[in-house]
């Protein structure tokens, strides 16, 4: 259920008017100005209704204009109108009432007569009533008016559109829910923060279902719906508009913001001048060239929309045809020629349709990408249109459709380069999209025989050792096609995507940055936005690993410019930024950022949306929200599929996080050295260590030795200060650790450094220092508040420590979960009596008098 359209956003605005209302010495009223649709008379009469007492109102309208003292009629009889002192005296009467006090608002005062507006004028300069006047800055305003705060009688308040955030704050309240940044952005952009047209906006598209809400967030897919009232708004408009005119808004509404002599050349000089000087149409001027462009995007959506098929098409081909003679250069400027010629009357041609749905691509508009790739296989494109859809299908997470695109292919028929090409393509989208690794295997190994060229050979087995999850095949390989000359763009990123992820989690972080920025060059020659983006998710983990936190914000911001506002690229550049989000210890943004992922990408990108669930586990557990943390680890059980090793480590430290936000310490340290164990197993020091850390975070004491060690195979400065820490964390260490705190603080790691200053505490409490205890807890609760109230174990503990054993702790956790006696034993693998006796023992310390009592004095610590 929705909530009503809030009368009102503009809080500061509402400040400013009651202000002026009530003043007695200044100006007795304000002037609203501003564009038409910015809810100037909805914030006057708003504002009016807040104030006891008297009110007339009256407006200017077009048909009133041009009868004197019009606006008053309805208030109003004046039988001699010759004698300009006795109007204003009868106006007076009538509408003041003798009421000093009366709150006069005047709607339109643009469109007063210029009796009315003199009269307006006359009783403010009196100082005969408090004001309230709505004005559209765009019309022509009567002097009378725009005196009034010319001569300081009434305060000018110009309202300026919705920004960014009012409107998400608006849209939020009415959809009772959080709204997706990118569907934002897109109301912003066709909007231009009018109110009205908002909410025009808003309302078509829930009734068209286009917004919905999914995985609790608000989300806007498909085309923009302009619904009957909205049509109307903008038909009022161009009512009245010379035909020649309205030629020239159509094609700037077909064919976006158009070079001047382009559109001159299509176009009467004198009907584009018509067009700018009604208000439809504006210029927009730079070094290079004049563009003309609509004065908003709305006109744009409604006159595509009641525009008819054969009338488009035709205008679109007029557009096609003078564009493609001026041989436009610009990348974007060619995509959007061959996307005017895919809907025209004009032939596309298929191989500009191909490159150019690779630039698409490229640029983030995936929907496109596909259009042009899917026109092109139609006709007749070969494997090389084939292939482009595929990449824009796989892309978007459609892999059973780009699996269906692939299998139609006759591999007999390709040769070698574009064998290898089709072979793993398609075992790429089986493995990581469908979870295929049978099928993936079946493919790659159905044309070893075929290939004979060694570079091609040495690629598909690349591709084969990363399917067999053969870490050190993977890398032989991989370096090879890298070293290899033969080989193109798409083959070394590819490989250098495939060494990069080795190396970081073996710990190789310097050749893991050198890799990726390799593999980033190469995507951008191969046009591939896949291979870009999974390079992203080698290179913001590893600069935060290295320590670099600045940079890696900077780099996940590059990944959200690459997206340019397109799902699912927006998700995954969100996954990347959330993280280090997380990691500087901004929790409430790394939230929105994963949870925002996580609705865009249910059933597009598996692995992006594991990583998202995994993440938003850890940051809803360090913010207590133990009911989002608990969904989000569900969500990546249910996500993990074949992936094995290579994602169970994750999951494990997830559950960790969940473990430790319920209070089973126990439980988390359990989980986090499974993490290590299973990466120990295969070589992952990276992802060994920073278990083992995690595993001291939730209060072991038995890891340093070994994340010393780990020093000498992770080349990271985080890494040595993660074993000093855990070192300082074991021996009760409470001033090594608040040296810890502050290297990390300097890092700009603030979440780390609350930790260790928790940690600070909690020694010097055992060693009996009360000092050192009070002032590392405030360090602690200084750095928590930092990271939006952070409640990780040690900051829980060093801010309202429990009197329990790690057993009794634990126990009362699950008590806590409503376990019962004989649940939490079977849990525990001990007796219920040993269960029993530690719920005793916790009850008598926490003066609790039964297991309820004891249930709620552990949440309440927790919270």
């Known amino acids: 259920m929705l909530s009503p359209w809030p009368t009102v956003a503009r809080q500061s605005h509402l400040t400013t008017l009651s202000a002026a209302l009530r003043s007695r010495g200044g100006p007795r009223g304000v002037v609203l100005t501003g564009g038409s649709g910015l809810g100037k008379t909805t914030l006057a009469r708003h504002t009016v209704k807040q104030l006891s007492g008297t009110t007339r109102w009256v407006a200017g309208t077009e048909t009133a204009k041009g009868i004197p003292l019009g606006a008053f009629a309805h208030l109003v009889e004046v039988s001699d109108r010759r004698e300009p002192h006795a109007i204003l005296?009868?106006?007076?009467?009538?509408?003041?009432?003798?009421?000093?006090?009366?709150?006069?608002?005047?709607?339109?005062?643009?469109?007063?007569?210029?009796?009315?507006?003199?009269?307006?004028?006359?009783l403010a300069m009196e100082r005969a009533a408090h004001f309230v006047v709505t004005v559209r800055i765009e019309s022509d305003v009567p002097d009378a008016i725009s005196a009034l705060w010319r001569d300081g009688l009434l305060t000018r308040v110009d309202l300026s559109p919705f920004s960014r955030d009012e409107i998400v704050d608006v849209v939020e309240t009415v959809l009772q829910g959080p709204l997706e940044d990118v569907s934002a952005d897109r109301l912003l952009q066709t909007s231009q923060g009018n109110p009205l047209f908002l909410r025009h906006l808003v309302e078509g598209a829930i009734e068209a279902g286009n917004l919905r809400r999914v995985a609790g967030v608000w989300q806007l897919r498909g085309p923009t719906v302009i619904n009957p009232q909205l049509s109307t708004l903008v038909e009022a408009r161009l009512a009245g508009l010379p035909e020649e005119s309205l030629k020239v808004v159509e094609l700037l509404a077909f064919g976006g913001n158009l070079d001047a002599d382009v559109l001159r050349s299509l176009r009467e000089p004198g009907a584009v001048d018509a067009a700018a000087a009604a208000g439809l149409t504006k210029s927009l001027s730079n070094a290079d060239k004049d563009t003309v462009a609509l004065s908003h995007p709305i006109y744009a959506e409604v006159i595509r929309a009641r525009t008819g098929t054969l009338k488009a098409r035709r205008i679109r081909g007029e557009l096609v045809g003078a564009l493609s003679a001026s041989r436009p250069t610009h990348v974007s400027d060619r995509i959007a020629?061959?996307?005017?010629?895919?809907?025209?009357?004009?032939?596309?041609?298929?191989?500009?349709?191909?490159d150019s749905s690779g630039d698409a691509m490229t640029l983030g508009n995936l929907e496109l990408g596909e259009r042009l790739a899917r026109r092109a296989v139609a006709l007749g494109g070969g494997f090389k249109a084939a292939l482009a859809l595929t990449q824009s299908l796989s892309w978007q997470g459609k892999g059973r459709e780009a699996e269906a695109v692939l299998a139609e292919l006759d591999p007999d028929g390709l040769d070698e380069i574009q064998l290898a090409i089709w072979s793993?393509?398609?075992?790429?989208?089986?493995?990581?999209?469908?979870?295929?690794?049978?099928?993936?295997?079946?493919?790659?190994?159905?044309?070893?025989?075929?290939?004979?060229?060694?570079?091609?050979?040495?690629?598909?087995?690349?591709?084969?050792?990363?399917?067999?999850?053969?870490?050190?095949a993977s890398l032989r390989t991989a370096h090879e096609v890298l070293d290899s000359d033969l080989t193109g763009p798409a083959s070394q990123g590819w490989a250098a995507f495939i060494?990069?992820?080795?190396?970081?989690?073996?710990?190789?972080?310097?050749?893991?940055?050198?890799?990726?920025?390799?593999?980033?060059?190469?995507?951008?020659?191969?046009?591939?936005?896949?291979?870009?983006?999974?390079?992203?998710?080698?290179?913001?983990?590893?600069?935060?690993?290295?320590?670099?936190?600045?940079?890696?914000?900077?780099?996940?911001?590059?990944?959200?410019?690459?997206?340019?506002?397109?799902?699912?690229?927006?998700?995954?550049?969100?996954?990347?930024?959330?993280?280090?989000?997380?990691?500087?210890?901004?929790?409430?943004?790394?939230?929105?950022?994963?949870?925002?992922?996580?609705?865009?990408?249910?059933?597009?990108?598996?692995s992006w949306e594991f990583f998202a669930a995994t993440n938003l586990c850890q940051t809803a557990a360090l913010l207590g929200k133990v009911e989002v943390a608990t969904q989000a680890l569900a969500r990546a059980e249910k996500l993990i599929g074949g992936a094995g090793q290579l994602l169970e480590t994750e999951l494990e430290i997830a559950r960790g996080w969940l473990a430790a936000a319920q209070g089973q310490s126990s439980a988390a340290v359990a989980h986090a050295l499974e993490s290590a164990s299973i990466a120990a197993q295969s070589g992952r020091w990276t992802v060994e260590a920073n278990a083992l850390f995690a595993a001291a975070r939730f209060g072991d004491r038995s890891v340093a030795k070994r994340l010393a060690e780990l020093t000498d195979?992770?080349?990271?400065?985080?890494?040595?200060?993660?074993?000093?820490?855990?070192?300082?964390?074991?021996?009760?260490?409470?001033s090594g650790l608040i040296v810890a705190s502050a290297l990390w603080e300097r890092m700009g790691a603030i979440l780390l450094a609350a930790d260790a200053a928790a940690q600070s505490s909690i020694a010097y409490e055992r060693n009996k220092n009360r000092r050192g205890q009070v002032s590392s807890a405030a360090t602690a609760a200084r750095l928590a508040k930092e990271c939006d109230d952070a409640r990780s174990p040690a900051i829980i503990d060093a801010s309202n420590p429990l009197p329990l054993t790690s057993r009794e702790r634990d126990i009362a956790a699950l008590v806590a979960l409503g376990l019962s006696n004989k649940e939490i034993a079977d849990k525990l693998a001990v007796s219920v009596r040993t269960v029993e006796g530690h719920i005793y023992r916790a009850c008598i310390k926490l003066d609790a008098p039964d297991r309820d009592a004891l249930a709620r004095a552990l949440k309440h610590a927790l919270t």
Not at 342 to 352: T, Y
Not at 713 to 734: I, K
Request: avoid cysteine; proline fraction near 3%.
């Open 337 to 354: 020629l061959v996307a005017l010629a895919l809907d025209s009357d004009r032939e596309p041609d298929v191989e500009s349709m191909v």
């Open 499 to 606: 060494a990069a992820s080795i190396h970081l989690q073996s710990g190789r972080i310097e050749q893991t940055l050198d890799l990726v920025q390799r593999g980033l060059r190469a995507a951008s020659q191969s046009k591939s936005g896949l291979l870009r983006f999974n390079l992203g998710l080698l290179e913001v983990p590893a600069l935060v690993i290295h320590g670099d936190l600045e940079a890696a914000e900077v780099a996940a911001n590059r990944y959200v410019g690459y997206a340019v506002g397109q799902q699912p690229a927006r998700a995954k550049a969100g996954v990347l930024l959330g993280q280090v989000y997380l990691a500087t210890g901004r929790l409430e943004s790394a939230r929105r950022e994963f949870e925002q992922a996580i609705a865009a990408l249910q059933g597009v990108g598996q």
């Open 89 to 122: 005296r009868t106006v007076r009467e009538h509408l003041l009432l003798g009421d000093p006090n009366v709150v006069v608002g005047v709607d339109d005062a643009h469109l007063l007569d210029r009796l009315s507006a003199t009269v307006v004028h006359q």
């Open 713 to 734: 195979s992770v080349d990271a400065e985080p890494m040595r200060m993660q074993a000093a820490h855990a070192a300082a964390f074991a021996a009760d260490d409470g």
């Open 424 to 472: 793993t393509t398609r075992a790429a989208n089986l493995y990581w999209m469908l979870g295929d690794r049978d099928s993936a295997d079946t493919v790659l190994r159905g044309v070893r025989s075929r290939l004979t060229a060694r570079p091609i050979v040495v690629f598909v087995d690349m591709w084969q050792a990363m399917v067999d999850n053969d870490v050190g």
